[in-house]
């Protein structure tokens, strides 16, 4: 099973810390994780109910820029919207790079590996295509390509981490919405941004990914949200879908040492 990475690499673990309060849903990480990643293009079909043409996270778009329209105010801020109360939620979305990983768990041939960053990355060239990583995440993020059959998703720039460079997201975010470094660090500068956002009148805002006790040990890519998690479309309270195996494993065990018991002794009963 996946251990706790904050344990094994202390100081040594990075990570993203994305402020959704400040971004201005321009795609600029969209576009640089393509170019960087030479990431196929992935339709880029308007769905008429959106400015956001990517949808969501794919093998194919490993940031997501999500828009969502809201009838609300956004703090103290005045709406200018013919007097109608109006917020714009956007949010960047990526891979979480979970502490307890279930695509790593069951993975059957090391596609998918943990890094010396404490990162999740998968290796093209060694994955079968079976597919066990995309239903175990539990946020949806893993998807297989149609082109080669394999599995992608966000490596947080693993060849840009060695060099001593930050992900391509990061370095092109104008507002510095993306943020990354030192995990710890981001984790005590978004517990201060957050009494900042809710001093400045948005109550509903929170810290997504934070919690290091939550059901997948905390993630390596957490964010400050405006409002609840589901209107993110984010699951409200992710679990790692690995948790439950050992002791699946035990009672299947103990159900196959009984049925091996129970022949053995109807054997021995024909015999006798």
Same mark, same amino acid.
């Given at each position: 099973?996946?251990?706790?990475?904050?344990?094994?690499?202390?100081?040594?673990?990075?990570?993203?810390?994305?402020?959704?309060?400040?971004?201005?849903?321009?795609?600029?990480? #969209?576009?640089?994780?393509?170019?960087?990643?030479?990431?196929? =293009? @992935?339709?880029?079909?308007?769905?008429?109910?959106?400015?956001?043409?990517?949808?969501?996270?794919?093998?194919? &778009?490993?940031?997501?820029?999500?828009?969502?329209?809201? +009838?609300?105010?956004?703090?103290?801020?005045?709406?200018?919207?013919?007097?109608?109360?109006?917020?714009?939620?956007?949010?960047? @979305?990526?891979?979480?790079?979970? &502490?307890?990983? !279930?695509?790593?768990?069951?993975?059957? &041939?090391?596609?998918?590996?943990?890094? #010396?960053?404490?990162?999740?990355?998968?290796? #093209?060239?060694?994955?079968?295509?079976?597919?066990?990583?995309?239903?175990?995440?539990?946020?949806?993020?893993?998807?297989?390509?149609?082109?080669?059959?394999?599995? !992608?998703?966000?490596?947080?720039?693993?060849? +840009?981490?060695?060099?001593?460079?930050?992900?391509?997201?990061?370095?092109?975010?104008?507002?510095?919405?993306?943020?990354?470094?030192?995990? #710890?660090?981001?984790?005590?500068?978004?517990?201060?941004?957050?009494?900042?956002?809710? =001093?400045?009148?948005?109550?509903?805002? +929170?810290?997504?990914?934070? @919690?290091?006790?939550?059901?997948?040990?905390?993630?390596?890519?957490?964010?400050?949200?405006?409002?609840?998690? =589901?209107?993110?479309?984010?699951?409200?309270?992710?679990?790692? &879908?690995?948790?439950?195996?050992?002791?699946?494993?035990?009672?299947?065990?103990?159900?196959?040492?009984?049925?091996?018991?129970?022949? !053995?002794?109807?054997?021995?009963?024909?015999?006798?």
């Amino acid at each position: 099973m996946a251990f706790d990475l904050d344990e094994k690499l202390g100081d040594g673990r990075v990570g993203f810390f994305t402020d959704t309060s400040i971004c201005i849903g321009c795609k600029a990480c #969209e576009v640089a994780c393509k170019e960087w990643n030479a990431v196929p =293009e @992935d339709g880029l079909t308007f769905t008429g109910m959106s400015y956001d043409n990517t949808g969501g996270l794919s093998a194919d &778009t490993w940031r997501h820029v999500a828009f969502i329209e809201q +009838r609300r105010p956004l703090g103290h801020q005045e709406p200018g919207v013919g007097g109608i109360d109006f917020r714009w939620l956007m949010a960047s @979305d990526v891979c979480k790079h979970c &502490t307890h990983a !279930a695509c790593l768990d069951v993975c059957p &041939t090391g596609s998918l590996f943990r890094t #010396e960053f404490g990162t999740v990355v998968v290796q #093209e060239d060694i994955c079968n295509g079976c597919g066990y990583c995309v239903p175990a995440c539990p946020f949806g993020v893993i998807g297989k390509r149609e082109s080669s059959g394999t599995a !992608a998703k966000c490596t947080m720039c693993y060849d +840009r981490l060695g060099a001593g460079e930050e992900p391509a997201c990061a370095k092109t975010c104008p507002t510095d919405s993306i943020q990354f470094g030192n995990l #710890e660090e981001l984790r005590e500068r978004a517990t201060r941004r957050l009494e900042q956002v809710r =001093e400045a009148g948005v109550a509903s805002a +929170r810290l997504y990914g934070h @919690d290091t006790g939550d059901g997948v040990g905390g993630t390596g890519a957490f964010f400050l949200l405006l409002d609840e998690p =589901e209107v993110y479309g984010l699951p409200p309270d992710p679990v790692v &879908t690995t948790r439950d195996l050992p002791s699946m494993w035990r009672h299947a065990g103990v159900a196959a040492l009984a049925l091996i018991a129970g022949v !053995a002794a109807a054997a021995w009963r024909r015999r006798s």
